[in-house]
């Protein structure tokens, strides 16, 4: 297992631009998390599916984002109509809850740059 | 929601010193992780460890969870070592967890 992998690893888009990036998880994960990384701050949560249902979406995550992991594997997140607010690290991670162990695996992340 | 708090926010050190970094936390918690941001931006698990003391290595940590903190000692330290250190909860084991803002470790050679 070659475990979280985030494509792209960078993205440079201009204002009003929509953006997809993708995650695969580790294989026999079935919870995956998204978060965003500003500089200097730590992660924040934006949203999380255990296996193809999205459990819960942080008020962060506004209109213009949407996620879907739809057969319970790859995961992508969108955001339509970019805003320079919008730069930031888009991390993606997954667990195995239930298996007495409950750490996350991060993948390397997607850098987001709005011009 | 879980407020988390992590001390100091920045240290910096000589290579070989060992160092203690603290996280607070506002309420009871089933989860807790800390993590290693690399400076390639990487997260690496260190430890699950809602309570109880782990050790792997030159690491190890403590979390008291009557008490609502946990520890993490680096022994020796390695300028492999440097980067930020983040703690994070989460109410329910499964959970979602909330990050602090981090503890920034520079090693000196």
């Known amino acids: 297992d070659t475990g979280v992998s985030q494509n792209p690893r960078h993205k440079i888009t201009k204002r009003g631009q929509n953006v997809t990036f993708r995650c695969d998880p580790i294989?026999?994960?079935?919870?995956l998390y998204w978060y965003r990384q500003t500089l200097g701050q730590g992660p924040e949560f934006l949203t999380y599916?255990?296996?193809?249902?999205?459990?819960?979406k942080s008020r962060l995550l506004s209109d213009r984002f949407s996620a879907e992991r739809p057969k319970g594997s790859f995961s992508t997140l969108e955001i339509q109509r970019t805003e320079q607010g919008d730069s930031a690290m888009y991390l993606c991670?997954?667990?195995?809850?239930?298996?007495?162990?409950?750490?996350?695996?991060f993948g390397s992340g997607t850098r987001l740059t709005v011009v | 929601g879980i407020q988390v708090e992590q001390s100091p926010p920045d240290l910096i050190l000589q290579e070989g010193a060992n160092s203690t970094l603290r996280c607070n936390f506002s309420?009871?918690?089933?989860?807790l992780q800390w993590f290693h941001q690399n400076p390639w931006g990487q997260l690496i698990n260190l430890f699950y460890i809602p309570s109880g003391t782990k050790q792997n290595g030159r690491l190890s940590a403590t979390t008291v969870a009557t008490e609502r903190y946990s520890l993490l000692y680096i022994s020796s330290s390695q300028t492999t070592d440097s980067g930020v250190y983040f703690c994070?909860?989460?109410?329910?084991?499964?959970?979602?967890?909330?990050f602090g803002k981090g503890t920034r470790l520079h090693i000196l050679p």
């Open positions: 994070a909860v989460g109410r329910g084991r499964d959970d979602k967890i909330i």
């Open positions: 309420d009871s918690v089933n989860n």
């Open positions: 991670a997954s667990s195995l809850p239930g298996q007495g162990h409950y750490g996350y695996t």
């Open positions: 599916f255990q296996n193809e249902a999205q459990l819960e």
């Open positions: 294989s026999e994960h079935n919870r």
